[in-house]
């Protein structure tokens, strides 16, 4: 399952913009990089007049493990957990999240792995 269309980040500005300006937040086995929108990096035909919301992006290196098909898993996990977490949440402003897994995170099992997600979330004040 992908994100749905209005939670994805798109584009390599905006995930160098998340690089530079964007607040980290460290766990274990992963990063999670929060910053504010930047409107002006949207693509022509993306609709502004939508409520603010939560635009993530998981990322899963080759360092996690070199089978294509347990980081699909694992993108496939976080995808489905975040937009069923953060689906119906209403933001004041819209906000940017990026999660970078780290090597030991093959270490962890799966639901320990969305708890810690979880715990992110909160501690970045994206989630409740």
Known sequence: MVLPKHMRLKGHKCFDFIYKKGTRFYSTSMVLRVTNANTKLYFKGIDSQ???????AVSISNKVS????????LRRLFHHHLARRLSNMIQEKEVWAFISLKPS????????LLKECD???IKSGIAK
Request: proline share 4%.
């Open 66 to 73: 070199k089978k294509s098909v347990t980081r699909n898993k």
């Open 105 to 112: 995170c093959m270490k962890i099992s799966e639901s320990d």
């Open 119 to 121: 715990k992110l979330l």
């Open 50 to 56: 939508i409520k603010p919301f939560v635009k993530c």
